[in-house]
């Protein structure tokens, strides 16, 4: 609906010169010709009052209910048709693509992790390791040896907080094996799998959709592979673009 200006179909009357009546003995002055003009339209001159603030104020109530929150191409981008899903797994899938090397991503963690409770029915959310460097390709193979071993939950968290937090030196391979080691993991067992053919596969998949969702950051969601997080100016507002995106998403698949 849009909103245009409503004019009432005013006309404008000349003053006329002093008139002497014929009934009366007075003259007319211009004072008194303009006063009682101003009387007789005094009332249209309300009535279009009004109705200018109640279309004023029906056009804001009306505004207001359809407005986004948020704007394609500002805070989020809508992605190129066909859409990729990192699986078929729920209505809607929200991804964040993240590294355990990136310290915003380690900031985004406890946040994402609230945000993924808040969720509806319908939504799963699913974590994709980037590998923008030579140095992430470690904490990318840790990532699937933790999720195929079945300690990626409890690990997760820990492990930005050993190596942001509490500064463990945890940067290669090796270094990770020793962490999930802490945590109840065989080290020979780690390596095998983090070292794995499969795991490498993986990885070069990933890479391929990270390229298709045109990501270059960290940390960076991407929702139904339709939409892609954008200039978001907190990690607050990353996760309220998100809810808001996949509510929508889900409102649409119903």
Same mark, same amino acid.
């Given at each position: 609906?849009?909103?245009?200006?409503?004019?009432?179909?005013?006309?404008?009357?000349?003053?006329?010169?002093?008139?002497?009546?014929?009934?009366?003995?007075?003259?007319?002055?211009?004072?008194?010709?303009? /006063?009682?003009?101003?009387?007789? $339209? @005094?009332?249209?001159?309300?009535?279009?009052?009004?109705? %200018?603030? =109640?279309?004023? &104020?029906?056009?804001?109530?009306?505004?207001?209910?359809?407005?986004?929150?948020?704007?394609?191409?500002?805070?989020?981008?809508?992605?190129?048709?066909?859409?990729?899903?990192?699986?078929?797994?729920?209505?809607?899938?929200?991804?964040?693509?993240?590294?355990?090397?990136?310290?915003?991503?380690?900031?985004?963690?406890?946040?994402?992790?609230?945000?993924?409770?808040?969720?509806?029915?319908?939504?799963?959310?699913?974590?994709?390791?980037?590998?923008? /460097?030579?140095?992430?390709?470690? $904490? @990318?193979?840790?990532?699937?040896?933790?999720?195929?071993? %079945?300690? =990626?939950?409890? &690990?997760?968290?820990?492990?930005?907080?050993?190596?942001?937090?509490?500064?463990?030196?945890?940067?290669?391979?090796?270094?990770?094996?020793?962490?999930?080691?802490?945590?109840?993991?065989?080290?020979?067992?780690?390596?095998?799998?983090?070292?794995?053919?499969?795991?490498?596969?993986?990885?070069?998949?990933?890479?391929?959709?990270?390229?298709?969702?045109?990501?270059?950051?960290?940390?960076?969601?991407?929702?139904?592979?339709?939409?892609?997080?954008?200039?978001?100016?907190?990690?607050?507002?990353?996760?309220?673009?998100?809810?808001?995106?996949?509510?929508?998403? =889900?409102?649409?698949?119903?």
């Amino acid at each position: 609906m849009s909103c245009k200006p409503f004019l009432f179909p005013f006309t404008i009357y000349p003053l006329q010169p002093a008139q002497r009546a014929d009934s009366l003995s007075t003259t007319i002055t211009p004072f008194e010709e303009i /006063s009682s003009m101003f009387k007789r $339209f @005094a009332p249209l001159r309300a009535l279009s009052l009004i109705a %200018g603030l =109640l279309l004023a &104020t029906a056009c804001t109530a009306t505004g207001s209910s359809d407005v986004a929150p948020y704007t394609d191409g500002a805070e989020y981008v809508s992605l190129p048709a066909p859409a990729h899903r990192l699986s078929n797994e729920g209505k809607v899938e929200v991804v964040e693509v993240f590294s355990y090397g990136c310290i915003h991503c380690a900031h985004f963690a406890p946040i994402a992790e609230q945000m993924r409770k808040q969720l509806p029915a319908g939504v799963t959310f699913k974590l994709l390791p980037a590998v923008f /460097s030579d140095e992430w390709l470690p $904490f @990318a193979r840790a990532y699937y040896a933790a999720k195929k071993l %079945g300690v =990626l939950d409890q &690990t997760h968290l820990e492990l930005f907080h050993a190596k942001f937090d509490e500064h463990y030196p945890i940067s290669n391979l090796d270094e990770l094996a020793d962490f999930y080691a802490m945590h109840g993991v065989k080290r020979d067992e780690f390596m095998r799998i983090a070292s794995s053919d499969e795991v490498t596969q993986q990885i070069r998949k990933d890479s391929e959709l990270v390229k298709q969702w045109q990501v270059d950051g960290t940390p960076t969601i991407v929702v139904d592979g339709k939409y892609r997080s954008a200039n978001v100016k907190t990690l607050a507002e990353l996760s309220a673009v998100t809810q808001w995106l996949a509510k929508r998403e =889900l409102a649409g698949a119903k």
